[in-house]
């Protein structure tokens, strides 16, 4: 079957998880595989993409911001629910500032089939620029 033709039958939620299959392995390699909050190195189910608006209220523009999101341990992501202070004061004011007037601005933002693709394509470049940087 043709990529073009299984494309056309993915519905927006299919394109939702692959994105974010793409999305995550970048942010965990972009961050290096430490922990964002506490610090820990961590690798395999212990290595979390986490939000800082979490995921069920941050809306697709959050989403997939690369500021709302970084690597996370599980304790930190998922035992201290985002660690959520921490991750504030290293993000620091202006920074959280902004993703809160972003989830604001964009509340009803939707993507079409076509924004998805474009937004995997953009970060399969942009993971494989930071493989090629790392050597991976």
Request: charged share 30%; hydrophobic share 30%; net charge positive.
């Amino acid at each position: 079957m043709k990529l073009e033709t299984k494309l056309k039958k993915w519905s927006l939620s299919k394109f939702k998880r692959e994105l974010w299959k793409v999305f995550a392995k970048y942010v965990k390699i972009r961050d290096n595989y430490r922990c964002y909050t506490c610090g820990v190195i961590c690798k395999g189910k212990n290595a979390h993409c986490g939000h800082f608006i979490p995921a069920s209220v941050c809306g697709l523009a959050l989403y997939f911001h690369e500021d709302n999101n970084h690597l996370q341990c599980a304790k930190c992501n998922i035992w201290l629910q985002g660690n959520q202070y921490i991750y504030g004061q290293k993000l620091g004011e202006e920074k959280v500032k902004k993703l809160y007037k972003i989830r604001k601005d964009n509340k009803d933002l939707q993507y079409t089939k076509q924004d998805y693709v474009n937004k995997i394509e953009e970060y399969k470049q942009k993971l494989k620029k930071l493989e090629n940087y790392e050597g991976l």
